[in-house]
């Protein structure tokens, strides 16, 4: 068993394994790691088992300093999904090792996996929370009658209407019309974008497994998704509206419509992701059918003390919320990614 860090070299390797691995997901794909370095200038370390010549095992990991944030090794960084994927226990446990390691010589002052497939037990050092968010996920029906049966009876009913309307969509391979869906739905929300260049060097990266899908109505852009694909599903990941995609159903059209062209063209897992408790999105899941299921978070604190509050149900981000949603959009939208390569 050898553990190595990941090069130009072993990249085919590694994304093989990750296509294979049922550990696996679309967020321990390497581009990651190229994608984050490049927009944000935060290093990844890209951990890798090989025994016999083979990857055995992968562990991405983005090393964020931040005097905002703190000092901190994150797998994986800006995505919501990391931790171990291995093929057996041998290399887990030589990842784990690894993992604290790298913890120790960069002096961060923790270490988070985001709903590793695995989880440690207890005894082992790790704390763990899966209170925060929920995550949506079944299979897409094959018939249209029976997808829409799926949806609750009130949401159908919008969903519907929406269909009978004057609403279309269309697929993007750039995010421009996204883009601006998406800055205007986070100022509103009173959280940071990740900024355009973000998104054209993911569609870049991941081009023919990402796409936006853009609805119109009167021609004019009012709802849009960024959707990444990966083996058997479809994951809406990023969105954004106007303040009419309500009033339109806009919404939901992008969602159905997004769901049956991605059964078209083969996936048959409709990947809605995860939400915070008691949130907006979180209740528009479950009104669309879908039962959601805890998300957990690891942490290994380098000294001990308690799990970091990162996130923005933490009262002592109020303030910083509010006074984001008073921003300028065009302000917003230039200091938003200076913000967001420190919170990861």
Known sequence: MKIKELGHDSVAAWDSFVAQCPDASFFHRAGWGRVIQAAYGQKPH???????????????????????????????????????????????IALDNAAMDVLKSSGADYLEYRQPARCHGEGEGWAARSDLYGTFERPIAGDEGE??????????????????????????????????????????MGTPVFGARFFRLLMAEF???????????DGVPVASVLSFYFRDRVMPYYTGCAPQARDLGANDFMYWRLMRRA?????????????????????????????PAPVTHEYRMAQGGTVPEINPLNPKY?????????????LANVF????VRHIG
Request: charged share 25%.
């Open 318 to 330: 109020k303030a910083f919320i509010a006074v984001w949603k008073r921003l300028p959009l065009g």
């Open 263 to 291: 059964h078209d063209r083969g996936f048959g897992v409709f990947d809605f992701g995860r939400s915070k408790v008691g949130t907006g999105p979180y209740s528009f899941k479950k009104n669309w059918g879908f039962t």
């Open 147 to 188: 997808c829409l049966k799926q949806i609750p009876r009130k949401q159908r009913a919008v969903v519907r209407k929406a269909l009978e309307g004057t609403l279309v969509d269309e697929v993007d391979s750039t995010p421009e019309r996204f883009f601006q869906l998406y800055a205007f739905s986070m100022r509103n």
């Open 207 to 217: 081009a023919g497994d990402a796409d936006c899908l853009t609805v119109l109505h």
């Open 336 to 339: 938003g990614p200076m913000v």
């Open 46 to 92: 890209y951990l890798f088992a090989e025994r016999d010549g083979a990857v055995v095992g992968v562990l991405p990991l983005i090393h964020l300093k931040s005097p905002l944030f703190g000092n901190r090794l994150v797998s994986t960084a800006f995505t919501i999904g990391g931790g171990i994927a291995a093929v057996d226990e041998e290399a887990r």
